[in-house]
């Protein structure tokens, strides 16, 4: 079975042509991850970081939680934003069906002890990216993309 590939990231391109790339990966595959050719590239896993190929899709904070890894990547999803010089919770737009019926305040405690748990699971490196732009604009600030030192 082809990979199904349920991430979709559009990042535009800091050249003159204002163009966009994308990155697309798995999240928590239920079955096998094959390349066309029929290459596996990642196993169905529940412990999907410890097979061959793991690194090919995404784990979420229970398969990853009590990992590391010497690069780690954390895509901030649309529940958790930075408006008005402060975090908001949403747990509508929350993948975790546990979470989602939450009010919004208790749900910010939620969301940001789970980003914070992803955030340590890189020894070496953790590149961040946030599905608003908004939010993006404000980690930018913190960080220089690319260069893994603060301003």
Known sequence: ?????????????????????????????RTDLTAPDGTVLAP???????????HQQIGC?????????HHAGVIVGPDLTWNHDRWTGHPERSRDK??????????????????????TRGTHTT??????????????TLIRPGSGSPR
């Open 127 to 140: 590149r961040i990216h946030s599905a608003d732009r908004k939010t993006q604009r404000y980690l930018d």
């Open 44 to 54: 169905k896993s529940r412990l999907w970081a410890s097979h061959t190929g793991g």
């Open 1 to 29: 079975m082809r990979y199904h590939l349920d991430i979709r990231i559009e990042v535009p391109t800091p050249t003159s042509s204002g163009g966009t790339r994308v990155w697309e990966a798995a999240w928590n595959a």
């Open 61 to 69: 904070i229970y398969t990853a939680q009590g990992l590391e890894f």
């Open 98 to 119: 546990e979470l989602r019926g939450l009010p919004p305040e208790q749900y910010l405690r939620y969301a940001l002890n789970i980003y914070r748990v992803l955030l």
